[in-house]
Nanobody, 125 residues
Framework: QAKLVESGGGLVQRGDSLRLSCVGS????????MGWFRQAPGKEREFVAA????????YYPKSAKGRFTISRDNAKSTVYLQMNNLKPEDTAVYYC??????????????????WGQGTQVTVSS
């Protein structure tokens, strides 16, 4: 079973940057799709970014493309989310997720079977 632990969230101002990290464990980490989702108070979970098992493909929604970058270092069992030019609307709890799949619809939360505890990102105006 995969276990995921996120870190790197915090309180920042509009235009600042943050790098989130997610350290995983388990046999399925290295070859499986990894994703980042976020959820703001009173809002539904929203897809942020995903990366294929060996980092050859990345996928982003329009709201993140150009500002956010997902990457992974399988030797360290870690996936990252670099967030630049942060906006107040980016404020949310950010969750790391592992799919246990080597391919699929990376924006579909249903393919992710393991989730981290979340890390809070707050962007002030």
């Amino acid at each position: 079973q995969a276990k995921l632990v996120e870190s790197g969230g915090g309180l920042v101002q509009r235009g600042d940057s943050l790098r989130l990290s997610c350290v995983g464990s388990g046999r399925t980490f290295s070859g499986s799709i990894m994703g980042w989702f976020r959820q703001a108070p009173g809002k539904e979970r929203e897809f942020v970014a995903a990366i294929s098992g060996y980092g050859d493909r990345e996928y982003y929604p329009k709201s993140a493309k150009g500002r956010f970058t997902i990457s992974r270092d399988n030797a360290k069992s870690t996936v990252y989310l670099q967030m630049n030019n942060l906006k107040p609307e980016d404020t949310a709890v950010y969750y790391c997720a592992a799919s246990e799949m080597v391919r699929g619809n990376m924006a579909n939360a249903g393919i992710y079977k393991h989730w981290g505890q979340g890390t809070q990102v707050t962007v002030s105006s």
